[in-house]
């Protein structure tokens, strides 16, 4: 198994748990994912992202992750994000997150699916306080059907427990963004908006196909 390290700047590692974006740190923890939708890459067989393969063959420690970050403070961000659901590795994320605020990280984000209740069967949400700084939830849908036909969520009541996720996280992350993607079939976007707004957090629009 390969890491890349962010001290490099030549060719990309295949198999990379850590890669660098936009002066950003990303962290690449699991392929493995809540959701099967229909718009992410890996189901169109591409695993590669700006210039890096994500589809990794080990699953990093938290010690591995640090190793291969070196020092946090030289980037804008860390970022959870990669192409599976990170908090599915909740324990990981939570080590490396306190880990490298420890260490001078400036911000700590998750891009996550919002699924995290519903998948360990508890409210999660606490024990980001204080670890994350900013959060962004994968919406995609002004309803349920809509959300149903391009997510292809595993669980049930998918759709009502990421917007159940986003009422509860607000309250322990101080920066939380709900996303849609712009050219998806059947998604409104000023409708997933005004959801947003209902939810006290905010709003991205992302475009269909811009990954990275």
């Known amino acids: 198994m390969t890491s890349r390290s962010p001290d490099r700047s030549d060719a990309p590692a295949s198999g990379a748990w850590v890669y660098t974006l936009h002066g950003n740190c990303y962290l690449n923890l699991t392929n493995q994912c809540t959701l099967r939708c229909g718009f992410c890459p890996k189901f169109n067989k591409t695993w590669d992202?700006?210039?890096?393969?994500?589809?990794?063959?080990?699953?990093?420690?938290?010690?591995?992750?640090?190793?291969?970050?070196?020092?946090?403070?030289?980037?804008?961000?860390?970022?959870?994000?990669?192409?599976?659901?990170?908090?599915?590795?909740?324990?990981?994320?939570?080590?490396?997150?306190?880990?490298?605020?420890?260490?001078?990280?400036?911000?700590?984000?998750?891009?996550?699916?919002?699924?995290?209740?519903?998948v360990h069967g508890r409210d999660i949400t606490p024990s980001l306080f204080g670890r994350i700084d900013a959060l962004s939830v994968s919406l995609n849908a002004q309803n349920e059907e809509v959300y149903n036909r391009n997510c292809r969520p595993l669980l049930p009541g998918a759709y009502d427990a990421v917007l159940q996720f986003v009422r509860r996280?607000?309250?322990?992350?101080?920066?939380?963004?709900?996303?849609?993607?712009?050219?998806?079939?059947?998604?409104?976007?000023?409708?997933?908006?005004?959801?947003?707004?209902?939810?006290?957090?905010?709003?991205?629009?992302?475009?269909?196909?811009?990954?990275?």
Do not use: H, W
């Open 169 to 212: 996280v607000r309250l322990f992350v101080p920066d939380v963004t709900v996303t849609a993607i712009d050219g998806l079939a059947g998604v409104d976007i000023d409708a997933c908006q005004q959801r947003a707004r209902e939810l006290g957090v905010s709003f991205r629009r992302r475009v269909l196909d811009e990954v990275g």
């Open 49 to 118: 992202v700006q210039g890096y393969d994500l589809r990794i063959d080990g699953e990093p420690s938290a010690e591995e992750l640090f190793a291969a970050i070196g020092d946090p403070s030289r980037f804008k961000e860390v970022v959870f994000c990669g192409l599976g659901e990170p908090m599915l590795r909740l324990d990981v994320l939570l080590v490396t997150a306190e880990g490298v605020k420890a260490r001078g990280a400036r911000r700590v984000r998750v891009n996550t699916d919002g699924l995290a209740n519903l």
